[in-house]
């Protein structure tokens, strides 16, 4: 049993880990709780998220080439902003900056996990016919998702990988079909696309924060460094491939959407049954096409927490290693599988699934996923020149990106989200000295 992971993932394994983590709840869910926000100004929203994603993807990128280990942000604010890097009280602020990252990546990705499997649970009871379970029978099945999922990442990240190219698959096929029957249909002035909510640019704003959330899964392909071969080479081509696919699919999706029953209904559609894409395909009156997105939705979503499981794992490994979580957690199998990092997490997003609401989990997870890319971007400004492949400038375009956008969320949102944090520290300086009395005790002993 090795103490380091090893390196399995080539370019298009963590490509194939960036999509699954992406084409999921962002493109069969999201979509709609934006448009409930910015109505039909969500396409808008999309491609602006976009370009905020790509600074924060090509940011992670030059990091994680840098930094191949597990653990991402977590490890890179550790590291630029640690005692080596700079003056005395620093070591403090690399840690705080470091916990803050760790933590809030952990609580944002552990509640798009909630979103993805309360998302998937709802497709397949559409799809067989028991869409009037209500909230008990989504949570009840979302429950039992989790549980498969957490078993699977445990039988290895080979097998999942295969699990997830062809899971993949299904997902782009499906979007593929959805997009080409969506394009020639609805059209006129209940559904055109608006360049400004009828709110103002407060939300749109609120939108884009809310789809940038669901850009992010090509974090994990960072978050899994250590697990990558030819880390300078392969991690940058991956996630740049990554948004890109990802980018054109969302817009595509969303300009059908929106086109074909308005952002009013596609909104109502997402809260009510937690299934527009499905609903919106049967629409159509294609024979068959609201099947094969129903399977395409429940497919992509369970990429999705299967590529967050993976992730967040990997994170909570990080942190169990650095002493701000048991230790125990920091243990890998023969096989150099954390397996214990991974039941560990299916635990915490089978109690979040118990919330029950989509865009609860989902626009919590927006002001902590902001917050945690800020402090990538900082990491970033840091990286000496020769480890640098791309401008700083990219670096302060996503950082003051998104910092501005984690306030356009809710109040009440962004206030929680600061306590949560707060809480999280907390617990750092709480655990840090029962470790250390613990470590004093046995040595008086000794």
């Given at each position: 049993m090795g103490d380091s992971l090893t390196r399995r993932l080539r370019t298009p394994g963590a490509v194939i880990t960036g999509l699954g983590s992406i084409l999921g709840t962002g493109v069969f869910v999201s979509i709609g709780i934006g448009a409930g926000i910015a109505g039909s100004a969500v396409?808008?929203?999309?491609?602006?998220?976009?370009?905020?994603?790509?600074?924060?993807?090509?940011?992670?990128?030059?990091?994680?080439?840098?930094?191949?280990?597990?653990?991402?942000?977590?490890?890179?604010?550790?590291?630029?902003?640690?005692?080596?890097?700079?003056?005395?009280?620093?070591?403090?602020?690399?840690?705080?900056?470091?916990?803050?990252?760790?933590?809030?990546?952990?609580?944002?990705?552990?509640?798009?996990?909630?979103?993805?499997?309360?998302?998937?649970?709802?497709?397949?009871?559409?799809?067989?016919?028991?869409?009037?379970?209500?909230?008990d029978g989504i949570v009840g099945l979302a429950l039992i998702v989790v549980v498969a999922l957490t078993g699977l990442v445990l039988s290895g990240l080979r097998r999942t990988t295969l699990i997830n190219g062809s899971i993949l698959f299904v997902t782009l096929v499906s979007l593929g079909v959805f997009v080409a029957f969506g394009l020639p249909r609805g059209s006129g002035e209940k559904t055109s696309i608006d360049l400004m909510p009828a709110d103002g640019p407060t939300a749109l704003l609120h939108a884009t924060a809310l789809m940038f959330v669901a850009y992010t899964g090509y974090g994990r392909i960072a978050t899994m460094g250590e697990e990558v071969i030819e880390p300078r080479r392969t991690i940058p081509r991956a996630i740049i491939a990554t948004l890109a696919v990802s980018a054109l699919l969302y817009i595509t999706v969303a300009f059908v959407s929106v086109r074909a029953v308005g952002a009013e209904q596609l909104a109502l559609m997402t809260s009510r049954d937690a299934a527009p894409l499905e609903l919106v395909a049967r629409m159509f009156e294609v024979p068959g096409l609201g099947l094969l997105l129903a399977i395409g939705a429940v497919s992509a979503m369970l990429g999705v927490l299967l590529n967050l499981l993976l992730g967040l794992s990997r994170v909570l490994l990080a942190t169990a290693r650095e002493g701000d979580s048991p230790r125990a957690l920091a243990r890998l199998t023969a096989g150099n599988e954390p397996a214990l990092a991974v039941a560990f997490m299916g635990l915490v997003i089978g109690g979040l699934v118990l919330l029950g609401d989509v865009r609860t989990t989902w626009t919590f997870s927006a002001f902590t996923v902001l917050v945690y890319y800020a402090i990538t971007n900082a990491a970033a400004l840091r990286l000496p020149r020769e480890q640098r492949l791309y401008p700083r400038w990219l670096a302060w375009a996503g950082l003051v990106s998104c910092l501005g956008l984690a306030f356009f969320v809710p109040v009440r949102v962004w206030a929680i989200g600061l306590g949560i944090i707060g809480v999280g520290l907390v617990w750092r300086s709480a655990y840090r000295s029962l470790v250390g009395v613990w470590k004093r005790r046995k040595c008086d002993v000794s």
């Open positions: 396409v808008l929203a999309i491609a602006l998220a976009a370009c905020v994603a790509v600074f924060n993807g090509l940011s992670s990128a030059q990091l994680a080439a840098a930094h191949p280990v597990a653990g991402g942000t977590y490890v890179y604010a550790h590291r630029f902003f640690g005692p080596q890097s700079g003056p005395m009280g620093s070591h403090a602020i690399g840690n705080t900056l470091g916990f803050t990252a760790g933590w809030t990546f952990l609580i944002a990705k552990s509640l798009s996990a909630a979103t993805a499997a309360l998302g998937c649970a709802g497709y397949i009871l559409h799809a067989t016919g028991f869409g009037g379970a209500g909230r």
